[in-house]
């Protein structure tokens, strides 16, 4: 059996700690070493060990994580970048021309959404929103002939819709597109969307992948070896690659993957059981909850259901920013899936760059990154922020 189809037939858990590297056979190493080097020792010229020269084409330590999140994916091949959104460039670089189309989420991430309209606008690239779980609205924002790349993010950020990937990954193959999904909010261990028919999966392992808010990261996963090779050229070429502390950070924090995120959906599901009982909550997005247009689909694809809870508030947003303000376990930052709870106002942090435009969000809209704190400490926490925050 091969490596590849042993570490496929593993389970999660036993990859997420074995994928990607062998104990170093000189020291017996049971942990990759962070191999701090720009430049290799040639056996002779053009005599490579291991096929290493240069740290920006390859580094040993980068190699092991992009061998893990291959194998936790189940994928054919990752890469790592620097960041997420280094990862998504280098994706649009790659695969897209000046006069390509892509369509986006209505409700993507705002750096996303900024990439797209900011940067690779002026670059000559058109993109059009829909809802990634609506299917007829995503078919009719395709262009026949012209739509390269349909972008998913499934669940969403921050209203946390579903998109049916299997579905989606049929209509963008039927109009000669890819399928892209951001996999960050689910993580490798919630869904694996490529075993859906899915493209290409984008990370920012910054999120659950490193799960510890001290590493910022991206990655790509695809299964098809040509994708692979011209992604490679172009992760080269661009240059915006994960350094090997950078990598290691991520790699030891995908050996934790399971456990925390079983925590996290442990937490996130009191969290909302007590924000839906709460008489200053309106509304609560949560796709573990039958009351979700997507659960049944989320149920279908994903393990369990993730620990980013959503919420509006009765008394608007100065209720929602004063309910930010008041917590105090639940840290008021940017960013999510590391082991400390956060509290963030989308409409005035991570999503600010949409305001105005049709991905805006809600005004009296709160996020939750749940983390593995106490459950009975993060919901009297909240108790204590909603109760003195609008009467």
């Not at 929103?129 to 993010?153: M, Q």
């Not at 490798?188 to 490529?194: A, E, V």
């Not at 075993?195 to 510890?212: F, Q, R």
Request: with cysteine; hydrophobic share 40%; proline share 5%.
């Amino acid at each position: 059996m091969s490596e590849q189809q042993h570490r496929h037939k593993s389970g999660f858990e036993t990859r997420a700690i074995h994928a990607g590297y062998e104990p170093d056979p000189m020291t017996g190493a049971v942990i990759p070493p962070i191999y701090a080097t720009s430049t290799y020792k040639q056996d002779g010229v053009g005599g490579l060990r291991g096929g290493y020269e240069y740290s920006r084409t390859a580094n040993p330590t980068r190699t092991a994580l992009e061998g893990n999140l291959a194998a936790l994916e189940e994928g054919e091949r990752g890469f790592a970048f620097a960041s997420g959104l280094a990862a998504e460039d280098t994706l649009v670089r790659t695969l897209c021309r000046p006069g390509d189309h892509v369509v986006l989420p209505n409700d993507a991430y705002g750096g996303t959404f900024r990439l797209f309209d900011k940067v690779e606008q002026a670059w000559g690239l058109v993109h059009d929103p829909a809802p990634a779980s609506d299917l007829d609205a995503v078919r009719a924002a395709i262009r026949p002939g012209e739509t390269k790349l349909v972008w998913v993010e499934t669940p969403t950020n921050p209203l946390l819709g579903i998109g049916d990937i299997e579905a989606l990954a049929g209509i963008a193959h039927e109009a000669g597109a890819l399928l892209v999904v951001d996999n960050t909010f689910a993580s490798p261990y919630l869904q694996q969307p490529l075993t859906l028919g899915a493209d290409i999966v984008v990370h920012s392992t910054t999120k659950y992948c490193g799960g510890h808010s001290d590493v910022v990261g991206g990655a790509l996963v695809v299964k098809d070896l040509e994708i692979a090779e011209q992604l490679a050229f172009h992760q080269n070429s661009i240059g915006a690659v994960a350094g090997p502390f950078d990598a290691w950070l991520v790699l030891r924090g995908l050996k934790t993957l399971a456990v925390r995120m079983d925590r996290h959906c442990d937490n996130a599901e009191q969290v909302v059981a007590f924000l839906e009982d709460h008489p200053q909550v309106t509304e609560v997005f949560y796709p573990g909850l039958e009351s979700h247009p997507g659960h049944e689909i989320a149920a279908r694809q994903m393990r369990r259901f993730g620990g980013i809870v959503s919420f509006r508030v009765a008394g608007g947003e100065q209720q929602a920013l004063d309910v930010c303000g008041r917590a105090e376990v639940f840290t008021l930052g940017e960013s999510l899936g590391g082991v400390e709870s956060l509290i963030e106002h989308p409409g005035r942090m991570t999503h600010a760059s949409v305001a105005g435009t049709e991905l805006e969000v809600p005004a009296d809209m709160v996020r939750l990154s749940v983390g593995i704190e106490t459950a009975d400490d993060l919901v009297a926490d909240l108790d204590r922020a909603l109760g003195g925050a609008g009467g």
